[in-house]
C-alpha cells in the first residue's frame, strides 16, 4: 500500500508566524499567555504547552495582569486591547496580516454603510476567533451570515456591504453574493467584497485532485477548525472515502483493506510532523516500513 502525504497541506502562513511568535518568545520569558488556542489544533497545542505556553480563556485576562500576553493569527477586537493596556500586560500581536487588513476593510465598510444607511453582512461562523475580531470592530454592529436561510434577517431595500471571514468557501461566498443582489431592490448599492484568503483558497482544487488520485484519504485536523471542516468536505467532495481524524489514535484498520492507495492531507491548522506521524502509523498497519 502506498501512502503519500499532500505536499500542498499545512499551516498557512498567519499560523507559522504565530507559532513562531510564540517560541520565540518562550526563549525570552518563562511565562507567556496565550489568548484562546493558539492554533485549532489539538496536538500542535499541547507540544507548546510543554514549552511552557499557557492558554487562556477570556475571562483569564486579569490573571495575567503584567505579564506577558500573545494574541493569536486569528486576532481580537480592540477591547481587548484597551482591556490589556488597563492592566499593564505585554502584547505580543501576532494577528494574521491578512486578517488586520481584513479588520481594516470592516472598519471601512462601516463607515461607508452608516453614511449611506446601509448594513455590513459578514459571512462567517458565529463565535469563531476571527468573526468575534471582525465584528468587534465596529461595536459588533454587523449581520453574521452561515448560509442562504441567514440572508432573512437582511433589510434588501437599503445599502449592503457583503465581505466574507478569511478562510470561507469561495463558492458559498459565491453564492450568497449572488442571492443578495437578486434579492436587492437597488442591485447599484450591493458592494460585494471577496476577503477570503487566497493562500488557503487556493488549495481547494490542489485537494480535491490529491483526493481524486488515492483510493482513501485521511485528513488530519482539529475539530475546532473552521477551515479544517471546509478543507475536509472538498476531499470529501472529490472522494467519499475521506476520514478526519485529529491524530493517529482515531485511526481504523478497516479504511484501509483491501486499498492500494492513501493520501494525508490537512488543514491550515495542520503541522507536517503530526501528518507525517499519521502516515507511519497507517504504514505500521499495513505492516509497509
Known amino acids: 500500500m502506498r501512502v503519500v502525504i499532500d505536499d500542498n497541506s499545512g499551516f498557512c502562513f498567519g499560523v507559522v508566524r504565530a507559532i513562531g511568535e510564540a517560541e520565540a518568545a518562550l526563549q525570552r520569558v ?21 514549552l511552557g505556553l499557557r492558554t487562556i480563556t477570556h475571562d483569564d485576562i486579569a490573571s495575567v495582569k503584567g505579564r506577558t500576553m500573545l494574541i493569536r493569527a486569528h486576532g481580537e477586537p480592540p477591547r481587548t486591547y484597551r482591556l490589556a493596556e488597563e492592566l499593564n500586560i505585554d502584547i505580543i500581536d501576532a494577528t494574521c496580516p491578512v486578517v488586520a ?23 462567517g461562523k458565529r463565535g469563531h476567533a476571527e468573526v468575534v475580531g471582525l465584528t468587534g470592530q465596529v461595536n459588533d454592529d454587523v449581520i453574521v451570515v452561515e448560509g442562504e436561510a441567514d440572508l432573512d434577517v437582511v433589510n434588501f431595500d437599503k445599502p449592503i456591504y457583503f465581505l466574507s471571514q478569511t478562510t470561507q468557501s469561495i463558492e458559498l461566498f459565491n453564492y450568497l453574493g449572488e442571492q443578495i443582489r437578486r434579492r436587492s431592490s437597488c442591485v447599484e448599492s450591493v458592494t460585494i467584497d471577496d476577503t477570503i484568503c487566497r493562500r488557503v483558497a487556493g488549495r481547494e ?6 483526493a481524486q488520485s488515492v483510493d482513501v484519504v485521511i485528513f488530519v485536523s482539529g475539530r475546532k477548525s473552521s477551515n479544517g471542516r471546509v478543507l475536509c468536505n472538498v476531499c470529501r467532495g472529490a472522494n467519499e472515502r475521506c476520514y478526519m481524524v485529529e491524530d493517529e489514535s482515531e485511526l481504523d484498520r478497516t479504511w484501509f483493506e483491501g486499498v492500494e492507495s492513501v493520501g494525508i492531507c490537512g488543514a491550515t491548522s495542520t503541522p507536517r510532523w503530526l501528518m507525517e506521524q499519521v502516515a507511519e502509523a497507517i504504514e505500521e498497519m499495513s505492516n509497509v516500513k
Open 30 to 50: 518563562a511565562d507567556v499567555s496565550s489568548l484562546g488556542d493558539i492554533v485549532h489544533n489539538r496536538v500542535e497545542v499541547q507540544r507548546l504547552e510543554t
Open 101 to 123: 487588513r481584513l479588520q481594516r476593510r470592516v472598519r471601512e465598510a462601516y463607515a461607508k454603510m452608516s453614511a449611506e444607511g446601509g448594513c455590513v453582512v459578514l459571512l
Open 205 to 210: 482544487p490542489l485537494l480535491a485532485e490529491f
